[in-house]
């Protein structure tokens, strides 16, 4: 997939990944093609595979984004609330608030303190409105019991694989809402999309097996 999808600039990359059917709504392809993958990966922004952005993390592969974007659509909505666990160098967590809108928020934690001094940057680079507006907000805080100070969400991106399904981040969606995460450890990962309808029930869907570095604490993070 990287061969085919690779791009040379962030449009070119967008396009290459639209060509392939990997991204299939406007929306999606929009909010990509509006938030640079430059300004958030220092290595090889538009290859079409996983980057280290320090702190033994990777940003991931652009067409992980795209199927993570393309699943939460639906709730992806003008003036949704949403919560990026793992939120890395901050790029799908400015996708995302693309998508929300002016009157949608989005949350991005993440464990390692400087991480999230490097996404406040990345983002004050590329849509610094974006935080003077309270569009999008950071905080150090450990994603594994999600950001309840700001819950309920309408959807929840985890961006690291969880050794299971932790119920405190299913808890924190609306109901309606959707949660996109990927769990598993090394013996085999996949990415779980986990529905929660209007009366509460939850219903849990396999849609693709991935490799993601873990979901975990901080010391285990940096001494990995």
Known sequence: MAWRCSGVSNSDLVNRLAQANLITSSRVKEAMLAVDRGHYSKFKPYEDAPQTIGY???????????????????????????????????YLTVCMAQMVGPTG????????PELIEQSKKNTMQDHPEYIEEGRVVYHTADGRVGYPAAAPYDCIHVG?????????????????????????GHHGQAIFVVDKDS?????KKKAMDVRY???TDAEKQYSR
């Open 105 to 112: 928020h989005v949350v991005g934690v993440d464990h390692i």
């Open 160 to 184: 690291a694989a969880a050794d299971s399904m932790h119920e405190e981040l299913v808890a924190q969606l609306k109901a309606p809402g959707r949660m996109f995460i990927p769990v598993g």
């Open 56 to 90: 033994n993390s990777t940003i991931s592969a652009p067409h992980m984004h795209a199927a993570a974007l393309e699943s939460l659509a639906p709730y992806l909505t003008s003036g949704a609330k949403v919560l990026d666990v793992g939120s890395g160098s901050g």
């Open 213 to 215: 570095v873990p979901l």
């Open 199 to 203: 009366e509460g029930h939850i219903t």
